[in-house]
């Protein structure tokens, strides 16, 4: 049986979330190590004064962040798929012409 490039399309696709998957493992993996070591600090995770860290993110702010990333990946491919029909269905034409 021979490959198609919706075959190829499917395999790529395949690969890009298996990616992301393991992007988003290791990003997990570094905030709980993060986590750890600063509350193994006693200065900072016994004191309320410094019980959170000026700048660091929320989880909701981070769920915020992905989700906005991924729409906009997203987007992004819609955008791309659209250029591809546009550029092929000429030559789809032709061909079944």
Not at 9 to 19: F, P, R, S, Y
Not at 27 to 39: H, I, P
Not at 73 to 79: P, S, T
């Amino acid at each position: 049986m021979a490959t198609t490039y919706l075959d190829i399309l499917g395999k790529i696709q395949a690969q890009t979330l298996e990616n992301l998957k393991q992007i988003q493992t290791v990003q997990v993996s570094a905030l709980t190590t993060a986590r750890e070591l600063v509350s193994s600090l006693p200065s900072i995770a016994n004191s309320p004064a410094t019980a959170t860290i000026e700048g660091l993110p929320t989880f909701a702010q981070m769920t915020e962040l992905n989700t906005l990333f991924a729409t906009q990946l997203f987007d992004q491919q819609k955008v791309f798929a659209s250029k591809l029909a546009e550029l092929f269905t000429p030559a789809t034409k032709n061909i079944t012409n």
